[in-house]
């Protein structure tokens, strides 16, 4: 069996809005992080969590080198150690990419529960260069990170997927 039964027959994703929506969770990074609520370290990582979606499913479109240059704009925009944030993206996308094809035989949320290890390596990758640049320990509440991007992860999954769904046809002679 190529494709589970009951799972629908999704288009294929058009390179620009794929572009766009790690545009836009770059700029909703930027925008929680000066105007919300500031450096909280429990605050989930947007362009982490859409780099990881890409990656999972789409990932000749989006690799490693698409979460460098991610990784090096949100280092620039944080003013971050330059490459802090590249080289955990960098190792992000390469885990994402490792796993992709196991990934897309669970359901949704078993996905959520399959990326946790992902998201927590990531941001362990990332504090450990944090830490040894000279920086301050966050709080215990940076373990809440990878644990919401999880819980997100359901709502990025239907919102990311939705124009790629096909209507359903009524021809009973064409099945997809």
Do not use: K
């Amino acid at each position: 069996m190529i494709m589970p039964r009951g799972q629908q027959l999704l288009l294929p994703a058009n390179p620009l809005f794929v572009l766009s929506t790690l545009i836009a969770a770059l700029f909703i990074n930027m925008v929680v992080n000066i105007s919300i609520v500031g450096n909280a370290s429990w605050m989930p990582d947007f362009v982490a969590l859409v780099l990881v979606f890409w990656c999972v499913h789409q990932p000749r479109l989006v690799g490693i080198g698409v979460a460098f240059f991610f990784g090096v704009a949100t280092d620039v925009h944080q003013a971050a150690l330059l490459g802090q944030h590249a080289m955990s993206y960098t190792a992000l996308g390469f885990m994402a990419i490792m796993v992709h094809r196991r990934l897309l035989w669970f359901s949704v949320p078993s996905q959520a529960m399959q990326v946790i290890p992902l998201f927590a390596v990531a941001h362990a990758l990332e504090l450990t260069m944090r830490m040894m640049s000279g920086a301050l320990f966050p709080g215990w509440m940076i373990l809440l990170q990878p644990l919401f991007e999880a819980v997100l992860w359901p709502l990025v999954s239907v919102l990311l997927l939705a124009p790629q769904r096909r209507a359903p046809s009524p021809d009973l002679n064409r099945p997809l």
